[in-house]
């Protein structure tokens, strides 16, 4: 599954970053619009958590409550991308931040996902 996530870095508590997953048409079976988009995370030791998904026409989005306020998810339809933007960065906002697809609907549930990327870093320091 061809879904590329971009953008990790270490960075200080109260910095930013911006994360992009670009999205390759050749391994999705239909266009990248029927794709609701969603970002998870995972932080050594824990599971994976639901940080933030976009409906496939951009309308509708949802956060979790942790990243509420701080987090934009944004989608490009016509460039196949999916970008996070992260502001007020946190020490507990370290972990692998993966993108994944969920085709017809979006969802904070990682089964209702169909394809995943191979995840990017983010490391926040005191």
């Known amino acids: 599954v061809q879904l590329q996530a971009s953008g990790g870095g270490s960075v200080q508590a109260g910095g930013s970053l911006r994360l992009s997953c670009a999205a390759s048409?050749?391994?999705?079976?239909?266009?990248?619009?029927?794709?609701?988009m969603g970002w998870f995370r995972q932080a050594p030791g824990k599971e994976r958590e639901f940080v933030a998904a976009?409906?496939?026409?951009?309308?509708?989005?949802m956060y979790a409550d942790s990243v509420k306020g701080r987090f934009t998810i944004a989608r490009d339809n016509e460039q196949n991308t999916v970008a996070l933007e992260m502001n007020s960065l946190k020490p507990e906002d370290t972990a692998n931040y993966y993108c994944?697809?969920?085709?017809?609907?979006?969802?904070?549930?990682?089964?209702?996902?169909?394809?995943w990327g191979q995840g990017t870093q983010v490391t926040v320091s005191s």
């Open positions: 994944a697809a969920a085709l017809l609907t979006y969802s904070s549930s990682p089964t209702s996902y169909d394809h």
């Open positions: 048409g050749r391994a999705f079976s239909n266009p990248f619009n029927m794709y609701g």
């Open positions: 976009i409906s496939r026409d951009s309308a509708n989005t």
